[in-house]
């Protein structure tokens, strides 16, 4: 069983910055990938940024140049920062993590219970 805390939200102003984090913790053998969704009320859940262990990354075309994904393979631990926010980022944002376990070699995707991430004025 792999467990998911999530860190950093909050409510900040438009063109403000916020930082999350998320730590995967259990008997985990490798984390292959590490993403962030998010969900607006009324919204389905998106993509926002994805890392691979080897650390390549893929981000939704709404956060180019705006948002960074990062990872730290010896913590289990995967950070978001956001730059420049504006409303239309206000979300619940979920991380997620593709991860195999000593109990369990097969690779699966464990979700973390969201943060609140509000961007108003």
């Known amino acids: 069983q792999v467990r998911l805390a999530e860190s950093g939200g909050g409510l900040v102003q438009p063109g403000e910055s916020l930082r999350l984090s998320c730590v995967a913790s259990?008997?985990?053998?490798?984390?292959?990938?590490m993403d962030w969704y998010r969900q607006a009320p009324g919204k389905q859940r998106e993509l926002v940024a994805q890392?691979?262990?080897?650390?390549?990354?893929n981000y939704a075309n709404s956060v180019k140049g705006r948002f960074t994904i990062s990872r730290d393979n010896a913590k289990n631990t995967v950070y978001l920062q956001m730059n420049s926010l504006e409303p239309e980022d206000t979300a619940v944002y979920y991380c997620?993590?593709?991860?195999?376990?000593?109990?369990?070699?097969?690779?699966?995707?464990?979700w973390g219970q969201g943060t609140q991430v509000t961007v108003s004025s």
């Open positions: 997620k993590v593709l991860a195999n376990t000593r109990e369990n070699f097969s690779a699966q995707d464990y």
């Open positions: 890392i691979m262990f080897g650390g390549s990354t």
């Open positions: 259990g008997n985990i053998l490798t984390v292959y990938a």
